[in-house]
């Protein structure tokens, strides 16, 4: 029988719950989503059951501690335009999307690969496997990339995806989002997440996002609204700034 | 010390990153024809031994002269149809990426990496249904190393690439029960 959004209510609840207590009891705060998740049906046979092997990150041999880089020979001059890929104009409410890439000390990240996806406005993906009956609008494909500049800020225009649904279970829905993927300065610093919008309503039901358990942690996939970032009778701005985890050779020279 | 920021967390990647993420030649590391190139290759299953069709997998490694400073260029674009040109067949740029195909299989060439110690190439796993990537790394020779050296036998194995003829060496990953690879995390 298919399962019904107050199914998955009851097991988000009853996680959060756990979560909230083991922190309340001194546990860790978790700043990433738990691998085993049941509420997300498609986690339960995609994650180790073995806990991860811990690399001595200090050793600098280690190969993860350095990264791949990227240029300009990588990017076009439009690239971080998604409004101008087509004859015309796609559909939407026009948006720039700006933040900046950082490590875990604040440092900015220079020179650095940022690449995004999304759905279009009626929440339809440019994929052929996706189904939903929404219009796809030929003159937007929603893929950009973008390097980081000198202070790590990266800078996109693009429109405001629309919320989709999806088959976890029956009626379940996508709060709209936007697919970063991005490099830090080390391969352990490899991130690949998605951006929210301000105070969507489906936010308590999607169970991906109620993955990460923590709350702050959620919060910080939420962008802000940020008029100085609007431009005027163009676009609406969202600000997001993006923090990589995970050790780094620079790391290791400034000694932690 | 300033108190540290707190990290942007992780998310899955969905089923739908394909028009985005893998490109053209991502998998052809080596330059065209080079003639010590090798083919990491193998496939990517889940807990129930299914071959995964939509894992995408990026790889990160030592150039040959062991060299960690990797060089742009993986993507190299064509400014003006906006298509990709491929690597231009002189600097080892040591990134690749490539999505599993229909059957979960992969295939990665590229030249034999020069690090210190046993060689290996680092892989980056990403998938719909998991919410937070893996690295583990496919080791290309066996013998003394730190971190095989803390494994149980049967965990160890997994980290070993099997190598073939014509220079091929198959490196499967399981992401779940028997034969589990080993999954790392960097501290
Ligand atoms: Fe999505």
Redesign the interface.
């Known amino acids: 029988m298919a399962l019904t959004q107050s199914d998955i209510d009851v097991e988000i609840k009853d996680l959060q719950d756990v979560y909230d207590k083991a922190v309340a009891g001194g546990a860790p705060v978790r700043h990433h989503p738990v691998r085993d998740y049941p509420p997300y049906r498609s986690s339960v046979l995609r994650h180790p059951k073995q806990p991860l092997v811990a690399v001595n990150g200090g050793d600098p041999e280690t190969v993860e501690l350095s990264g791949p880089v990227f240029g300009v020979t990588d990017i076009t001059e439009i690239d971080n335009d998604l409004t101008r890929r087509h004859r015309g104009e796609p559909i939407g409410e026009r948006m720039t999307v700006s933040g900046r890439l950082l490590d875990r000390e604040g440092r900015p990240v220079r020179g650095q690969l940022v690449e995004i996806w999304q759905a279009n406005a009626a929440g339809r993906y440019a994929h052929l496997r996706e189904q939903h009956p929404a219009p796809l609008d030929p003159n937007f494909t929603g893929v950009g990339r973008t390097l980081t500049d000198d202070q790590g800020r990266y800078s996109f225009t693009t429109i405001k995806p629309g919320p989709y649904p999806w088959g976890n279970h029956t009626n379940a829905w996508r709060p709209a989002h936007i697919h970063f993927s991005v490099f830090g300065t080390a391969f352990t610093q490899r991130l690949v997440t998605q951006m929210y919008f301000p105070s969507d309503p489906l936010f308590p039901y999607d169970p991906i996002l109620r993955s990460v358990t923590d709350r702050a942690a959620r919060d910080r996939l939420v962008a802000r609204y940020d008029h100085a970032l609007s431009q005027p009778e163009f676009s609406l701005g969202y600000a997001w700034d993006i923090v990589l985890d995970g050790p780094s050779a620079t790391w290791i020279e400034e000694g932690r | 010390m300033?108190e540290?920021?707190?990290?942007?967390?992780?998310?899955?990647?969905?089923?739908?990153?394909?028009?985005?993420?893998p490109f053209p030649g991502g998998g052809e590391v080596a330059p065209p024809g080079h003639p010590d190139t090798i083919t990491l290759h193998g496939y990517v299953f889940?807990?129930?031994g299914?071959p995964?069709p939509d894992a995408l997998l990026?790889f990160?490694?030592?150039a040959p002269d062991g060299s960690?400073?990797?060089?742009?260029?993986?993507?190299?674009?064509?400014?003006s149809t906006?298509g990709f040109l491929g690597r231009?067949g002189t600097d080892f740029?040591?990134?690749g990426r490539v999505a599993t195909d229909a059957d979960g299989h992969y295939a990665l060439r590229t030249l034999p990496?020069g690090?210190?110690?046993l060689p290996?190439i680092?892989v980056?796993v990403?998938?719909?249904?998991?919410?937070?990537?893996?690295?583990t790394r496919a080791y290309l020779a066996d013998g003394a190393d730190?971190?095989l050296d803390?494994?149980p036998r049967v965990?160890r194995a997994t980290l070993l690439a099997t190598e073939g003829t014509h220079r091929t060496y198959r490196f499967d990953i399981r992401?779940?029960?028997e034969g589990?690879?080993?999954?790392?995390?960097?501290?």
């Open positions: 300033t540290r920021l707190l990290p942007t967390p992780s998310h899955t990647i969905g089923p739908f990153y394909g028009h985005a993420l889940d807990g129930a299914e995964i990026d990160w490694q030592a960690l400073d990797g060089a742009a260029g993986s993507m190299r674009r064509d400014p906006g231009n740029t040591g990134f990496p690090n210190s110690g290996y680092s980056c990403f998938a719909r249904g998991l919410v937070h990537h893996l690295f730190p971190l803390s494994l965990r992401l779940q029960g589990e690879t080993v999954f790392l995390e960097f501290r």
